[in-house]
């Protein structure tokens, strides 16, 4: 297999659940997003070992990524959180993918695609009470819940709002979710005063997990902490999370090169003074991003070591320093080890974007190694 590998740390992923369902107390249905290939884990053996640590309910952005896990022999409910074309419904309907509904005509649709179906699909109604996404208003709910139990080949199973600035400790974030959370919970009672019953009521993604317990009601989907990695970084300090996620390569070339010598593409690093360089064989056509180059250190036997000039498509180099105990062959962590390796948050930091998008962007090229644990894993050097 190629040096270049994800490996999945799946016993680390069972640590977070359990940190979840440690935070969220016994009651609360964990729902877990398994959207974008499971953030880029790879989405089925993320959710067979999800399902078989205490997550109940899985979650998915497209019909095609439902699909993919009913077959891989998936029967747990699966959400289906964005809208699908009208042309999709009957592969909805067929794989039993549980759609938010946030208007009639989408509720009409779904009806007649369970019909031809055989099925009766399990639904939730979705609220907008600020993220301003999908949902209907909170004055709606009422009179769409009705429309959904009017329709027989339907069954109103949930109710959820999503929120969008859970993640956030300011005065001004806090405050907004509990609006938000005042207008879910008005739109509930009115449900109820209505005379129907709400089914399963979910709002949390991971930063609500972590700071509005009132936020829990009976399900929460919480996703990047399971993937161990906090919302946001002022979150970082409250959450004892392990990336599950690391990317892993080899030494594959080292040389010494003389004082003034360029480097890579443009020439934009230059040995000031007699130097060891290792190449890697990771680029941005892997998903590692290009504007990381001269900003990242990577860990080889133990130490950290800067990148030197510009990433390539599928190569870097790396400055080992004047002397070096480092081999070629010896295995690199980039990100998401142990010890002093850079997380995805790291390097999400530099790039002023979120975690989700650096594990999200690692692609297909790279192989997922799945990790059971210590002791239980084929891996060399796994911990
Ligand atoms: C992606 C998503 C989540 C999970 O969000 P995290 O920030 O990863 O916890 C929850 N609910 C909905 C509707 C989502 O789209």
Known sequence: MRATQALIHLDRLQK?????????????????????DGYGHGAIPVAH???????????????????ELRKAGITAPILLFSIPLPEELDDLA???????????????????????????????????T??????????????????????PSLHYVGTATHLARADALSADAMAYTQKQLARFTQALDAIRTAGFDTGIVHAANSGAV????????????PGIVLYGYPPSE????????????ELRTAVVFIKKVLSGTPLSYGGTWIAPADRMIATLPVGYGDGLPRALSGNLQVLIRGALYPLAGRI???????????????????????????????????????LHTIPYEITCNINKRVPRVYCAGVGKCSITDCL
């Open 210 to 221: 972590f700071l509005h317990t009132d936020a829990y009601f009976d399900m929460v989907r």
């Open 234 to 245: 002022e979150l970082a300090s409250l959450v004892q999370l392990e990336p599950v996620m």
């Open 130 to 151: 600020g993220m301003g996404r999908v949902g209907c208003r909170p004055e709606a709910a009422a009179a769409l819940a009705a429309y959904l139990v009017s329709l």
């Open 312 to 350: 390539c498509m599928d190569q870097c180099m790396v400055d080992l320093g004047p002397d070096t105990d480092v081999r070629r062959w010896d295995p690199v962590t980039v990100f998401g080890g142990t010890g002093e390796a850079l997380t995805a948050g790291d390097l999400a930091a530099k």
């Open 94 to 128: 067929a794989a039993t993918l549980s759609p938010f509904v946030a208007d009639k005509d989408s509720a009409t649709a779904l009806a007649a695609a369970a019909d031809r179906a055989g099925v009766r699909l399990p639904v939730h109604l979705k609220i907008d």
């Open 16 to 36: 977070n659940i359990a940190a979840v369902r440690n935070r969220i107390g016994p009651k609360p249905l964990i729902c877990m997003p398994v959207k974008a």
């Open 49 to 67: 070992e999800a399902l078989s640590s205490g997550v109940a309910v899985l979650a998915v952005a497209s019909v095609q990524e439902g699909i």
